[in-house]
């Protein structure tokens, strides 16, 4: 397993913008991910990303709003999300593993503790 760091998780506004990070130990893993996971629900992909070659894949409901990247000489994996809804309220989730297609199907074998974000209407 990969450890794995998230940071950035705040309580904003809805409408407003926040940025996490996940520090990783190495790029070991093809694919990387956020999911999250509100109270009560199971735990949802946000979105993918192949570290090699910059790949993405959202889920339909952020896609427009979050974007996620990465910068490999350092070993993080950013997710921006703009026009914050109090739907996006969740614990957040960075997790890493092998997948042939990094995307939908993601099933990480390392994940992160998790930040929490809140939005406020």
């Known amino acids: 397993q990969v450890p794995l760091v998230e940071s950035g998780g705040d309580s904003v506004q809805a409408g407003g913008s926040l940025r996490l990070s996940c520090a990783a130990s190495?790029?070991?893993?093809?694919?990387m991910g956020w999911f999250r996971q509100a109270p009560g629900k199971e735990r949802d992909l946000v979105g993918t990303?192949?570290?090699?070659?910059?790949?993405?894949y959202y889920t339909d409901s952020v896609k427009g709003r979050f974007t996620i990247s990465h910068d490999n000489a350092n070993k993080t994996v950013y997710l921006q999300m703009n026009n914050l809804e109090p739907e996006d309220t969740a614990t957040y989730y960075c997790?890493?593993?092998?997948?042939?297609?990094?995307?939908?199907?993601?099933?990480?074998?390392?994940w992160g503790q998790g930040t929490q974000v809140t939005v406020s209407s």
């Open positions: 990303i192949t570290p090699a070659d910059g790949q993405t």
């Open positions: 190495a790029f070991v893993s093809n694919c």
């Open positions: 997790a890493a593993g092998y997948d042939r297609f990094c995307a939908g199907g993601f099933r990480p074998r390392s």
